[in-house]
């Protein structure tokens, strides 16, 4: 269970960022709140703050990093299991 909890005013975006560390960040799409450790989405560990604060909600369930070249499925947050990050 992660410490931050999204905000549950209606001056939010769809999706937003809530918190970056050391070893991933925290993101809050409509009322649900994920974190995504570097060590199982490397395409962040050396991303600049401001290119994982650019992210886009499009369709209400697909994520979109423009700057990062990264796009993840809500599914794939919610249920990893079924989309491995490496074929074997």
Do not use: T
Request: hydrophobic share 35%.
């Amino acid at each position: 269970m992660s410490k931050f909890k999204c905000p549950n005013d209606q001056n939010i975006s769809e999706v937003e960022v809530s918190h970056i560390d050391s070893h991933g960040f925290w993101l809050c799409v409509e009322d649900k709140e994920y974190f995504l450790p570097y060590d199982e989405y490397p395409w962040f560990k050396e991303a600049r703050v401001k290119e994982i604060l650019n992210v886009k909600l499009l369709h209400r369930h697909h994520l979109d990093w423009p700057a990062l070249d990264v796009d993840l499925e809500i599914d794939s947050l919610e249920n990893p299991h079924n989309y491995p990050l490496k074929y074997e």
